[in-house]
């Protein structure tokens, strides 16, 4: 199977990890009266998140890779509006990087890659129209 796609995969693994801790940590460190909603949606996409890696890495592993362990740089911290505005960074970063991975895997032939792709793509542009309408407020 195509080096492309493994390395397109573990491209992706690393930036799962960087949102599951990322929004884990926001979860726990959000502070003030408007934080406690938000923080119940910080971890629940952090759960998501991980079984974004995890579907990714089945897939990886069966295509003979090997899963990174190591995240991207991680940004925590800062009031809860800071924090919204890195997660929106982080879903724009996604949406941009699965739909460049969707066009290698048509190139590629994988439709099975794709598949995966285009579900978490799914929840990635949900997650940013979380971000992006709780800043339009
Ligand atoms: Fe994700
Ligand atoms: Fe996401």
Wanted: glycine fraction near 4%; proline fraction near 2%.
């Amino acid at each position: 199977m195509s080096e492309k796609i493994k390395e397109a995969l573990n491209q992706a693994i690393a930036r799962e990890l960087t949102a599951i801790t990322q929004y884990m940590w926001h979860n726990v460190m959000a502070t003030g009266m408007e934080s406690l909603k938000i923080k119940e949606i910080f971890r629940n996409i952090s759960i998501t998140e991980m079984k974004h890696a995890e579907a990714f890495a089945k897939r990886l592993n069966y295509l003979g890779g090997v899963p990174t362990i190591k995240p991207n740089p991680i940004k925590v911290g800062g009031n809860l509006e800071k924090m919204i505005r890195d997660d929106l960074e982080l879903e724009e970063g996604a949406v941009e990087m699965y739909n460049k991975h969707i066009k290698i895997c048509i190139e590629e032939n994988d439709y099975v890659t794709r598949r995966i792709y285009e579900e978490v793509l799914a929840d990635e542009e949900e997650h940013l129209h979380t971000w992006n309408s709780l800043l339009s407020k």
